[in-house]
């Protein structure tokens, strides 16, 4: 394919070099790109336990002492 | 400069509490793992050089944290836990039933591979960085990261022993295939 094809094809229509077996794996990493934020993003957004924050702010202060 | 460490670090601990579920795949274990990671980064805070990069050091620690874990505890009362995410009470029981095959799945993957996955799909490391947190080749923390999603991809939209395709397997399969462009 030459550059000016390239540049005609429009947005919406499959890539004729991409084949059916990457556009699965594409759709695939897409989908388990969500489904992993799904998964775990909760455990992150969970709050901080307190005792950790006190360790690291009391060593911020020792250091400043 | 002390301040801003701290400020870094604290900054950094809901992905260090992601990461560390990635290697322990337990959540006690991993609140374990970052109380005693951070306990090491402020042991040895006068190490990191300021300016560099913080993840990729505190990644290091918490990695070694859990290395020598595990050479002491070789035996652990090894119980995977899913993420509360696999039981969001707002999902529709087929969402439910897909996201805990993903996380039982995700669970089954080889540790380094699982590592590789979160740090650049979770947390937006480059591989660069998963390979200095890791202390692998470039070339290496892009095949982990392959193999692991081809490997999930193999579980779950393929077909098991038994050559039957699970409820889960089927649903993948249909949710992924209407994501495909149309031909």
């Known amino acids: 394919m030459s550059n000016s094809d390239r540049k005609r094809r429009p947005q919406d229509t499959p890539d004729p070099r991409k084949s059916p077996r990457s556009e699965v794996d594409s759709a695939f990493d897409l989908w388990l790109q969500r489904g992993l934020h799904q998964l775990y993003d909760g455990v992150a957004a969970e709050p901080i336990p307190a005792e950790l924050l006190a360790l690291i702010e009391k060593d911020r202060t020792r250091k400043r002492t | 400069m002390q301040s801003e460490f701290h400020t870094q670090l604290i900054t950094l601990l809901p992905k260090l509490r992601v990461q560390a579920l990635a290697l322990t795949r337990n959540r006690a274990a991993a609140e ?34 859990f290395i020598s874990t ?36 995700v669970n089954r993957l080889p540790n380094d591979q699982r590592e590789a996955l979160f740090m650049v799909v979770l947390q937006g490391m480059s591989y660069e960085d998963v390979a200095a947190s890791t202390g692998c080749a470039v070339g290496t923390a892009k095949s982990r990261v392959f193999r692991a999603r081809r490997q999930l991809q193999a579980w ?3 077909e098991n022993r038994t050559g039957e395709r699970s409820g889960a397997t089927e649903t993948v399969t249909r949710v992924v295939g209407e994501a495909r462009p149309l031909a």
């Open chain 2, 70 to 105: 595990l050479r002491k505890q070789r035996e652990t009362t090894d119980i995977e836990d899913l993420p509360a995410g696999a039981f969001a009470v707002g999902a529709t029981h087929e969402d439910r039933m897909v996201l805990k095959e993903l996380g039982r799945a």
């Open chain 2, 156 to 158: 779950l939209m393929g």
């Open chain 2, 32 to 65: 374990d793992l970052v109380q005693d990671a951070v306990a090491n980064a402020l042991a040895a805070q006068d190490s990191f050089t300021p300016g560099t990069n913080f993840a990729a050091w505190m990644h290091r620690i918490l990695r070694n944290r």
